[in-house]
């Protein structure tokens, strides 16, 4: 599946009010994201930081939740998850050929 495939099939089910487009998945994102790092902190803490095969999956799981809503919010903002993909790809090798992957800043 490609991404813009997976973007089409994330869209059959993106129901929210016309209203909140970009507001509600970036919401979305940031709770998602919030829950893998959360599952990521409950290995560390109650599982001696192993990663056995179903936690790993349980981590997946939530992952494809951080893709669904990055897949709304690109659709709400214009934007295919192929151009995402390909965009930031030019950016990081844009980086590494400057010598400027490491550091902060958008703008490097």
């Not at 869209?11 to 994201?33: N, V």
């Not at 790993?56 to 151009?83: F, N, P, R």
Request: charged share 30%; net charge negative; proline share 3%.
């Amino acid at each position: 599946m490609t991404l813009n495939e997976y973007q089409e099939h994330a869209l059959e089910t993106a129901i929210y009010p016309a209203e909140s487009r970009i507001i509600y998945p970036t919401l979305g994102l940031t709770g998602e994201a919030g829950e893998v790092a959360d599952k990521v902190k409950k290995i560390i803490r109650d599982n001696k930081k192993e990663f056995t095969p179903e936690k790993k999956a349980e981590i997946m799981k939530e992952i494809g939740d951080v893709l669904w809503y990055c897949a709304t919010l690109s659709h709400d903002l214009g934007y295919t998850l192929d151009e995402v993909a390909q965009t930031n790809v030019d950016k990081l090798r844009s980086r590494m050929d400057r010598h400027k992957i490491t550091g902060s800043g958008d703008n490097r």
